[in-house]
Nanobody
Framework: VQLVESGGGVLQAGGSLSLTCVDSVRTFSSGAMGWFRQAPGREREFDAAIRWVEGNRAYEDSVKGRFIISRDRAKNTLSLDLDSLNPEETAVYYC????????????????????WGQGTQVTVSS
């Protein structure tokens, strides 16, 4: 299994960015995928997740209305569109995958996901 993220970078506060994650072997076609972030000295925190077949989405409250998670089933690609970013959201953003279809209430839990990408750095300057 290989998850490869891309799209990170440096931007100013208030800016937008799109992240992409490719599941090269179609591992999660019946499960779910998500995005988490980890800032220095902090635990890995949930941002958004999506069930691969049904398309049910879950978001952390602080990102609702600003982040949009989507998937392209034909390309096995997961995306996260980030808008109105602030410096506190500077972190390494990780793509994650679960082979099993999770219940909705567990989509925000790190323990739901067995596989993780290497991460992509997003730096938001003030």
């Amino acid at each position: 299994v290989q998850l490869v993220e891309s799209g990170g970078g440096v931007l100013q506060a208030g800016g937008s960015l799109s992240l992409t994650c490719v599941d090269s072997v179609r591992t999660f076609s019946s499960g779910a995928m998500g995005w988490f972030r980890q800032a220095p000295g902090r635990e890995r925190e949930f941002d958004a997740a999506i069930r691969w077949v049904e398309g049910n989405r879950a978001y952390e409250d602080s990102v609702k209305g600003r982040f949009i998670i989507s998937r392209d089933r034909a390309k096995n690609t997961l995306s996260l569109d980030l808008d109105s970013l602030n410096p506190e959201e500077t972190a390494v953003y990780y793509c994650s995958g679960s082979r099993r279809r999770p219940i909705l209430s567990s989509m925000s839990s790190r323990q739901t996901y067995e596989y993780w990408g290497q991460g992509t750095q997003v730096t938001v300057s003030s």
